[in-house]
């Protein structure tokens, strides 16, 4: 693992108190619209790929695309326990659109990526902390803080490197 993990609180197991389709509706955004999990790993796993002579940039989007998966998997779960299909799209007055790899920020430089994906990151991080002002279950609010937590701790990671491959590469 590219990071110590051993301060992370646990994951909260999917619960809900009951089915709630609005809920569900604003976590179909975060699992797979434009900013959301899905986008998340395709983007950060191709990162991953384009950086492998960058050893320690390319294990780092490869371990936080897999962070993100496992969000994704909690974000399902949580959705079908909500009483809504967790395909991979939102819904708008009922009208689902669904995922675009066009969601996806490729990029041209190690630095344009990294400014990237520290933009990606600060955006789950708002938008999720939006949707904990509109929910009110408390399995579910407990559940977005813990991926908050995550997300945090992703920027932090980014910024990071993105300080060092600014100073020690040019492209």
């Known amino acids: 693992m590219v990071r110590d993990n ?3 609180p646990p994951y909260p197991k999917p619960r809900v108190m009951k089915p709630n389709p609005f809920y569900a509706t604003l976590l179909l ?9 899905f986008t998340a790993i395709s983007q950060f796993i ?3 790929v384009v950086s492998l002579e960058q050893e320690d940039l390319h294990k780092l989007e490869k371990t936080i695309a897999m962070e993100e998966m496992h969000h994704l998997d909690l974000l399902a779960q949580t959705i079908a326990l909500l009483g809504v ?4 799209r939102t819904l708008t007055d009922n009208i689902a659109s669904y995922w675009k790899c066009s969601y996806v920020y490729y990029g041209r430089s190690i630095t344009d990526r990294l400014s990237a994906d520290i933009a990606a ?3 789950a991080i708002n938008q999720y902390r939006h949707h904990l002002r509109l929910i009110e279950d408390p399995y579910i609010k407990e559940l ?3 991926i908050i937590w995550d997300e945090e701790q992703h920027l932090k990671l980014f910024q990071q490197m993105a300080v060092k491959y600014s100073y020690h590469h040019s492209e």
């Open 6 to 8: 051993k301060h992370a």
């Open 29 to 37: 955004e975060d699992y797979a619209g434009a900013t959301s999990e």
């Open 46 to 48: 191709y990162h991953s």
């Open 85 to 88: 299909d967790p395909k991979f």
């Open 121 to 123: 990151e600060r955006s």
């Open 144 to 146: 977005l803080e813990r």
